[in-house]
């Protein structure tokens, strides 16, 4: 249930000891309340708006607490789009606590996660997809996926779908008019113009669709699990990408038992890398066990370096395996140890050496080119990155396509009117323009609290 009556606070910065420690309070009490325990040169319900104030803290029998600063947003131009006052205090958790339990005895209670970001939606501060951006900025690991998240809170993806539905909703009146006059027989589009417009914004939600693949890279990362036989040299091409000793490297095969994780970043792109357990059969418990858990490695992942030993030479019955597990064009085939053959033909795939670092920087680029493709955004592009927004998309292409037919088939305006209705509501989604509570809830309870 949403309580925007509420006045709330909570901790804006993380737990634990630091230099300063910030409380977030807001609504329609917050500038009183923190009047009521904050002793400065002025009232702080005199003060003006985006001023910063020193003064102490104090509880009802005028006992110190800390020095502060209170800095106060006034509505509507803050965070929530309400009052809003933020306490920087020293970072001693006992202190933060001290100055919540004193807050909490004056009618204010503890924000649910997300809330304050929640309120800012709910004041149209900042819509649903730029609410959505807010806490991947927070958990953003790459500088690309921290762009995108950028983008998307600067209002990209909402000014792209808001474009759309504005269109879909023009053209959706001028239907709906037509329904009004049915029996005058009056048409206000024609049919033709229609479909080029359903067609155009079919085309406009394509490309947003289009980006997805590419979106979710630069949001989540990409799994790269290293996969092959015993002693092939996948510790080895770990421990180089990472430029450390992460994995045992021996000669002795089924050194590697359980997945071994770890993150590397290649041009702001997060790569998390998987070593896995050699894959053989053993009636070893632990061997197999890890075994298994190397298939569920591949199972999982967006990209598989399947490597092979030039000396061993490639593992067909092995990569007919993986097929059965991973789509084919996720593989890449490494040849590794090129440094230790003779050979002329050292088979198909990338040639490496993990342990000198030839050939390495192929590898990479071929890593980039597989997850990446031949995508070619800029800064200022519209990406889809989310899974929600992306099924909305889907959803509202669908009922277009419905659309389509139904103008074929000459069906008449009123189904028209509902497929593209369908097909607004669905962008709207997005936007926040149509919404539930239900979904609001399960968006921002994924926030901390405090923001």
Excluded: W
């Excluded at 030993?309 to 019955?317: A, F, I, K, P, R």
């Excluded at 071929?366 to 998309?393: D, P, W």
Aim: charged content about 25%.
């Amino acid at each position: 249930m949403i309580h925007l009556e509420d006045t709330i606070t909570a901790m804006a910065t993380p737990n634990g000891v630091g230099a300063i420690s910030i409380i977030r309070i807001s609504g329609n009490k917050a500038i009183d309340v923190a009047d009521s325990i904050f002793k400065g040169k002025m009232h702080i319900t005199d003060a003006n708006t985006h001023t910063v104030h020193y003064g102490k803290v104090v509880d009802a029998q005028n006992n110190f607490i800390d020095d502060v600063l209170l800095t106060i947003f006034k509505a509507p131009n803050s965070y929530t789009g309400e009052d809003v006052i933020e306490v920087s205090c020293h970072g001693n958790p006992l202190i933060g606590q001290k100055i919540i339990d004193l807050l909490l005895e004056k009618d204010v209670r503890i924000a649910e996660p997300g809330e304050f970001t929640m309120r800012a939606f709910l004041n149209n501060r900042i819509d649903l997809a730029q609410a959505e951006a807010v806490i991947d900025i927070i958990t953003s690991r790459s500088d690309a996926s921290l762009r995108g998240a950028r983008n998307q809170l600067d209002g990209l993806l909402s000014n792209s779908v808001s474009i759309l539905r504005n269109s879909l909703l023009d053209t959706l009146s001028f239907l709906e008019l037509e329904l009004d006059f049915s029996e005058e027989d009056v048409e206000f589009v024609a049919k033709d113009e229609l479909l080029k417009k359903i067609t155009l914004i079919i085309k406009k939600i394509d490309e947003l669709l289009n980006s997805y693949r590419f979106g979710r890279v630069i949001r989540d990362g990409v799994n790269v699990a290293i996969i092959g036989k015993p002693n092939v040299g996948k510790s080895s091409l770990l421990n180089y990408l990472l430029k450390e000793s992460r994995a045992i490297v021996s000669s002795t095969p089924g050194t590697t038992r359980d997945v071994i994780r770890e993150e590397i970043s290649i041009d702001g792109v997060l790569f998390k890398l998987f070593d896995t357990a050699g894959i053989r059969l053993s009636e070893d418990i632990i061997e197999k066990e890890g075994v298994r858990r190397s298939n569920e490695a591949i199972v999982n992942s967006d990209l598989v370096l399947f490597v092979n030993d030039v000396e061993q030479g490639y593992s067909e019955d092995l990569y007919d395996e993986l097929r059965q597990l991973t789509k084919e064009d996720r593989i890449i085939t490494v040849m590794n140890k090129i440094d230790l053959s003779s050979k002329s033909d050292l088979g198909d795939g990338i040639k490496i050496s993990a342990k000198t670092g030839e050939g390495i920087d192929n590898l990479i680029d071929q890593m980039k080119q597989s997850t990446l493709g031949s995508a070619n955004y800029s800064e200022k592009s519209a990406i889809v990155s989310n899974i929600r927004h992306f099924q909305c998309l889907c959803s509202a292409r669908n009922s277009l396509s419905d659309a389509i037919v139904s103008v074929n088939q000459k069906y008449s305006g009123e189904f028209i009117a509902v497929d593209l209705r369908n097909a607004a509501d669905f962008l709207g989604e997005i936007i926040g323009e149509v919404t539930s509570e239900d979904v609001l809830n399960n968006i921002f309870s994924k926030f901390c609290v405090g923001k």
